[in-house]
C-alpha cells in the first residue's frame, strides 16, 4: 500500500519552508519513525519520520524546494519489497565478502601494523581567547573501537560553541585520559591513540556484539529522534522496552504502551523498596525525579539573564503592526524573487531592514552602557536569537545597513544551519549592538524579552493571528502581530523607545518607505 510522506503543519506565521535534507533516496528500505527528511522555516528545522516501515517509492520535491503545510513530497510503499530483500542479500554478500578480506588482512599484516603502528596523543583543540577551559561533552568512541581518519572521537564544550576533535589517522583510541564531564584546557591530552589497523580484529568482534546488542536491546543509535526524545523526557531505559518494528526496533507506540502499562518494572522495584517504611496508602509509588547537570551553554545562558535582570533598568513597551502589505508582497514576488537570488523570501529579512532603518534614526537604541560613558556605534551589527538543540544563542548579522533583503536572508540562512549543525564559531556569536527574537514561530502571541547584554534593547516578534480591527470605521479582519521593546531605561528614555518601536511599526505596514528612506 503506498502512503504519502507529507510536510508537518507549519506555524501560523510561517508561510512556506524548504526542503533542507533528504537523509534516504528513491528505493531505500526504511523503518517506522526512521528520520526520512528536514524540512527548515525561518528559525526551526522541523522532522519528517516514515509512517510505517516500507520503502521510499518517489520523492517528489527535491533538497532547496519551497514546499506548504501538508504538502506532498513523497511516497512511502508499505511494507516488505523484493528490492529491500535483494538489498539487505547484497548487503550481507558484501559484508560476508568483507569479512574474508578483513580475516585475509588480520593474518596476512597482524605482525606489520603492530609494528608500524604509531601512537598518537589526541588533545584539546586550541580554544578561543576568551575561553579558559572547556568540558568533555561526549565521546563517540570506545578504546579499541577502529575509526576512519577525520572521523569524530569527542565533543568537547565550550560556554557558547562545540568543538570537534577528529582522529588523526586510520587506527583506534588505545586508551582515553578524560572521561566525560571533564573539566580540560586547550592542548591538554585526552587520549592517546594508535595508528594502522592492528586492532581491527577486536573492533570488528565489538562491532559484532553492538549490532547484536542494538537489535535486542534497542540502543540509542538504533532509535529514530521523535523515540530518542521520548525516552529521555520520560527518564526510559530503551533495554528495557519490547520492541514491534523491524529487527526489534522501539516505535513511539511501544514507547507510549509501555508508559500506559504502568512504565519501567525495574524503576517501579526500585521505589518499592525506598518506599518499604512509608505508609502504603500514600500513593507516591510512581513519582520519580530525574537530575542532570546543566550544560556549559546552559550555565552561560543563565548568567547571562540573571545578570541582565540585576544590572539593568529593564522596562517593556509595546505596540502591534498589520503584517498584510508584507504578506502581499511575499505572496507576489517570492517565485522571482527566489528564482532571481537563490533564496527564499522571508519575514525575518523584513524585520532586519526595519529595525536597521530604526537604530540610525534613534541611535541611543544602538549605544551601550560601558562604565560611566555612553558608546554610541556607527555600524549596524544585530544578532537573531536561534534555538538549537543545545539551547538558545544569538549569532549576528554584520553591517545590515548595507546588505539588501537577499544578503540578509542568505546570512540568516547560514547561520541557522550553522547552529542546528552544531558549527557555529565564536566570531558568529561575538558582538552584536541589537537582538531580534522570533518567538512566533512557537505559537508565542505576546512576550517580554530579556536584554542580551551588553546591549541595551531587544525587539520580540510574535505569532500572526487574525483578528478584527476597526478600519475607516468599519471592521476588518487583519493579520496581526504584536511587538515588544524590552529596553534599559538608564540609557534610554520613554520617548525613544516609543518612537523607535512606532518606526518598525511604520516601516512594516508600508513597506515602501524602506525603498524611499521616509
Not at 512556506?16 to 524540512?39: C, E, F, N, P, Y
Not at 581518519?149 to 576533535?165: A, C, G, M, W
Not at 560613558?373 to 549596524?380: K, P
Request: hydrophobic share 35%; proline share 4%; net charge negative.
Amino acid at each position: 500500500m503506498s502512503v504519502e510522506i507529507k510536510v508537518p503543519v507549519l506555524p501560523e506565521s510561517v508561510a512556506d519552508a524548504t526542503i533542507a535534507t533528504w537523509h534516504v533516496k528513491s528505493g531505500d528500505s526504511v523503518t517506522r519513525d526512521q528520520h526520512l527528511v528536514d524540512i527548515e522555516t525561518d528559525k526551526v528545522v522541523l522532522e519528517v519520520s516514515a509512517p510505517a516501515d516500507g520503502v521510499i517509492a518517489e520523492i517528489l520535491e527535491d533538497e532547496g524546494a519551497t514546499v506548504n503545510g501538508e504538502q506532498v513530497i513523497g511516497k512511502l510503499e508499505e511494507g516488505a519489497s523484493g528490492e529491500s530483500s535483494s538489498s539487505d542479500d547484497k548487503k550481507e554478500e558484501k559484508n560476508d565478502k568483507a569479512d574474508g578480506k578483513d580475516g585475509d588482512k588480520a593474518e596476512s599484516k597482524s605482525d606489520s601494523d603492530d609494528a608500524e603502528g604509531e601512537s598518537m596523543e589526541v588533545k584539546v583543540p586550541t580554544l578561543p581567547e576568551s575561553v579558559a577551559d572547556a568540558t568533555v561533552a561526549t565521546w563517540h568512541v570506545q578504546p579499541g573501537e577502529q575509526v576512519s581518519r577525520d572521523q569524530n572521537l569527542v565533543d568537547i564544550e565550550t560556554d557558547k560553541v562545540v568543538l570537534e576533535v577528529v582522529a588523526p589517522a586510520d587506527g583506534a583510541v588505545s586508551e582515553i585520559l578524560a572521561e566525560e564531564g571533564t573539566t580540560v584546557e586547550a592542548e591538554q591530552v585526552i587520549a592517546n591513540f594508535k595508528a594502522g589497523g592492528g586492532q581491527a580484529s577486536s573492533s570488528d568482534d565489538k562491532k559484532t556484539q553492538s549490532e547484536s546488542s542494538s537489535e535486542d536491546e534497542g540502543s540509542s543509535d538504533a532509535l529514530s529522534p521523535s523515540v530518542r526524545r521520548l525516552l529521555s523526557e520520560k527518564g526510559l531505559d530503551p533495554a528495557k522496552i519490547k520492541g514491534t518494528g523491524k529487527n526489534g526496533r522501539i516505535t513511539k507506540e511501544d514507547v507510549e504502551k509501555h508508559l500506559k502499562s504502568g512504565g519501567d518494572k525495574a524503576k517501579s522495584d526500585d521505589k518499592a523498596e525506598k518506599a518499604a517504611d512509608a505508609p502504603a496508602a500514600t500513593g507516591m509509588a510512581d513519582r520519580t525525579e530525574k537530575r542532570v547537570p546543566m550544560t556549559r551553554l546552559r550555565k552561560t545562558i543563565a548568567k547571562r539573564l540573571l545578570e541582565a535582570k540585576n544590572s539593568t533598568a529593564m522596562l517593556t513597551t509595546f505596540n502591534e503592526v498589520n503584517m498584510k502589505p508584507i504578506m502581499d508582497i511575499r505572496k507576489q514576488y517570492k517565485d522571482v524573487f527566489e528564482e532571481k537570488h537563490g533564496i527564499r523570501l522571508g519575514f525575518m529579512s523584513f524585520y532586519v531592514k526595519a529595525v536597521t532603518e530604526a537604530l540610525k534614526r534613534f541611535p541611543e537604541v544602538n549605544a551601550s552602557i560601558d562604565g560611566d560613558d555612553i558608546c554610541y556605534h556607527n555600524y549596524f551589527d544585530v544578532s537573531i536569537a536561534v534555538s538549537t538543540p543545545r539551547g538558545l544563542v544569538t549569532p549576528v548579522v554584520r553591517d545590515c545597513d548595507q546588505m539588501g533583503l537577499a544578503d540578509i536572508e542568505k546570512n540568516i540562512r547560514e547561520l541557522a544551519l550553522k547552529g542546528r549543525d552544531g558549527k557555529l564559531s565564536m566570531d558568529d556569536l561575538q558582538g552584536g549592538n541589537f537582538t531580534l527574537t522570533n518567538g512566533g514561530v512557537f505559537g508565542s502571541l505576546i512576550s517580554t524579552p530579556i536584554i542580551n547584554p551588553p546591549q541595551s534593547a531587544i525587539l520580540g516578534m510574535h505569532k500572526i493571528q487574525e483578528r478584527p480591527m476597526a478600519v475607516n470605521g468599519k471592521v476588518e479582519i487583519l493579520p496581526m502581530m504584536y511587538l515588544a521593546l524590552s529596553y534599559d531605561h538608564r540609557i534610554i528614555d520613554g520617548k525613544e523607545s516609543v518612537g523607535f518601536l512606532v518606526t518598525i511599526k511604520e516601516l512594516l505596514e508600508d513597506p515602501t518607505r524602506l525603498l524611499l528612506d521616509i
